[in-house]
């Protein structure tokens, strides 16, 4: 039998697929012999086949599934990597957060491998077809085995205090990096938390209400806010479905930062301003996502 990894690769080569509509399936329904169906049946899922151990269907967003297609994520909401659009295959599925895009929401996740081998959980929202809340067609529950799915088994906004403790107007941020780095599944050590410091001194001096109302961000309508400074398109893709949904609170803000500064750069020690000044030179900004 054909591994799932070289299934994929060759059927990645056909299907490139439009996004199709949501709708309620009472509105939906072809009627038969006159009568809709009933207003209490089942949204109607992503349509997926069976081949072999896992189950392929095809998800709607533009990319390559490198630099852009479907988002795979984490259980606490961090980009893990991409689906291309058209077919991929998936393991299982399991009901998680609700994530929605204007008058579309759904709450079932499957667990996947990304085009960058990194596993983790896509929406059911990004497939093509199906009703809002529509389950990936035939696809078995995961049961937990792969965890919980992003904003699933009680997260919902409250996995990390935003209450700064003790100390300068810098450190007393460390007990919400020190949690914010177990959600990003990193150690929170002293070097890497002091390299998280070196970014919240550089782009906010520790001011939570911290904005920058000049430079190119703010011109193009979205400036850089809270202690990592953050625009908002950035927090959108990198937030954690764990934390609130809220670019200035604190632990949100630097999770979705540090999110991206890692999937940008390749880890927290090489954001450009962290790299520079453990190098023993001066803070350089971020440079392009954030600021």
Not at 112 to 120: C, I, Q, V
Not at 267 to 287: D, L, T
């Amino acid at each position: 039998m054909t591994t799932p990894s070289l299934h994929r690769r060759f059927a990645r080569l056909r299907g490139i697929g439009l996004r199709g509509p949501l709708v309620a399936v009472a509105a939906a329904a072809l009627a038969v012999g006159g009568f809709a169906a009933p207003a209490w049946a089942d949204p109607a899922p992503v349509p997926c086949s069976a081949g072999g151990s896992v189950y392929y269907c095809d998800f709607y967003p533009a990319g390559d599934g490198y630099s852009g297609g479907a988002p795979v994520e984490s259980s606490s909401g961090g980009l893990v990597g991409y689906l291309n659009q058209g077919q991929n295959y998936v393991y299982c599925q399991q009901q998680g957060g609700e994530l929605s895009d204007g008058t579309y929401y759904n709450n079932w996740w499957a667990w996947t491998d990304a085009n960058d081998g990194n596993s983790g959980w896509v929406s059911a929202l990004y497939g093509q077809g199906g009703d809002n809340d529509g389950a990936f067609e035939g696809v078995p529950n995961c049961g937990g085995g792969h965890g919980n799915p992003p904003g699933g088994g009680g997260g919902g906004g409250t996995a990390c205090s935003s209450a700064p403790g003790s100390g300068t107007a810098v450190t007393r941020w460390n007990p919400v990096v020190a949690c914010v780095l177990g959600l990003l599944g990193e150690p929170a050590s002293t070097e890497l938390i002091n390299d998280v410091d070196i970014v919240i001194a550089g782009e906010s001096s520790g001011d939570p209400n911290a904005i920058n109302d000049w430079d190119i961000n703010a011109q193009e309508g979205h400036p850089s806010e809270g202690l990592v400074q953050v625009i908002q398109p950035t927090f959108d893709t990198y937030h954690s479905y764990q934390l609130p949904d809220d670019i200035w609170d604190p632990a949100a803000n630097i999770f979705a930062g540090m999110n991206y500064g890692i999937n940008t750069y390749g880890s927290i020690q090489q954001i450009p301003g962290v790299a520079s000044v453990n190098a023993g030179g001066p803070y350089k900004p971020y440079v392009g996502g954030i600021r």
